[in-house]
């Protein structure tokens, strides 16, 4: 095995039932699937290493088939350490069938001080399937107590529905004088992103989340972007992670319900 960690799973829907099959090597694993409500099966994704360090890489494939559902998240946060010699990297292929849905919601990523990050996500589905992603990047603790101390971080999301490039979706994070500063993050040290496809996520939709979450988070500094193909891009600038994930989860939360149908779901982390 060339990577330092491998996973993959494929989940299907056999008669109202989520049959999941899989495997993992390395320093990457996943738990058994747990119901957390009547309507959502997870899967928690754990890395038994304690953190990503020099040259260290990741592969992970996710197949959910047609009319499968799965809700994918984290059991903490990832944290990236010092690369002085190679960037970390972790790709990831996301493969999505007619009806299904897929939750990606990972808890945040750190960055430490000189770490060198690369993500690289594809995802194949269709155009009646659904597709719900966030991430949260923060800058990690520094002795000194001074922001951005990583080299550089790379983050990359590509979206084909039935073939067709939808979304390509590029954030370069690589510290200097101006990364505080207008057009990039406007004097604030973390990002945050959610992005939503799914066949009743119209510009309508991307309206009343946008109202839903300012009238909850009215200082937040947040944009949403509509896209043709029934998707919803968010993009979220902070200063505290706890505020992020509040914010993250107000907008999961708010797609769940008018999207999916379902209620809040509760991750019981820790």
């Given at each position: 095995?060339?990577?330092?960690?491998?996973?993959?799973?494929?989940?299907?829907?056999?008669?109202?039932?989520?049959?999941?099959?899989?495997?993992?090597?390395?320093?990457?694993?996943?738990?058994?699937?747990?119901?957390?409500?009547?309507?959502?099966?997870?899967?928690?994704?754990?890395?038994v290493g304690g953190g990503y360090v020099d040259g260290d890489t990741y592969g992970s494939t996710i197949k959910l088939e047609e009319g499968a559902e799965l809700a994918v998240t984290s059991q903490a946060s990832t944290k990236v350490y010092k690369s002085p010699s190679k960037p970390?990297?972790?790709?990831?292929?996301?493969?999505?069938?007619?009806?299904?849905?897929?939750?990606?919601?990972?808890?945040?990523?750190?960055?430490?001080?000189?770490?060198?990050?690369?993500?690289?996500?594809?995802?194949?589905?269709?155009h009646n399937s659904s597709f719900f992603y966030s991430d949260i990047i923060t800058p990690g603790w520094s002795e000194d107590g001074s922001n951005f101390q990583y080299d550089w971080m790379r983050n990359k999301l590509k979206v084909y529905q039935n073939g067709k490039l939808v979304l390509f979706d590029h954030l370069l994070l690589e510290p200097d004088d101006e990364l505080e500063g207008v057009l990039q993050?406007?004097?604030?040290?973390?990002?945050?992103?959610?992005?939503?496809?799914?066949?009743?996520?119209?510009?309508?939709?991307?309206?009343?989340?946008?109202?839903?979450?300012?009238?909850?988070?009215?200082?937040v500094r947040i944009g949403i972007s509509n896209m043709e193909d029934n998707g919803?891009?968010?993009?979220?600038?902070?200063?505290?992670?706890?505020?992020?994930?509040?914010?993250?989860s107000?907008?999961?939360?708010?797609?769940?319900?008018?999207l999916l149908g379902k209620g809040e779901i509760s991750w019981r982390k820790y």
């Open positions: 095995m060339s990577e330092t960690g491998l996973l993959n799973l494929e989940v299907k829907n056999r008669n109202s039932r989520t049959m999941i099959h899989g495997y993992y090597e390395g320093a990457f694993k996943y738990t058994r699937p747990v119901r957390l409500d009547d309507d959502s099966l997870s899967v928690y994704l754990i890395h970390v990297e972790q790709r990831t292929t996301i493969q999505l069938g007619a009806e299904s849905v897929l939750e990606y919601y990972l808890d945040p990523l750190i960055l430490y001080k000189g770490a060198k990050f690369i993500q690289e996500t594809t995802v194949e589905m269709e993050l406007e004097g604030h040290t973390h990002v945050g992103s959610f992005i939503i496809f799914h066949p009743k996520a119209s510009r309508e939709f991307g309206e009343w989340l946008y109202e839903s979450v300012i009238g909850a988070h009215p200082h919803v891009v968010v993009r979220i600038l902070d200063n505290r992670t706890q505020t992020m994930e509040r914010i993250i107000h907008i999961h939360t708010f797609a769940r319900k008018e």
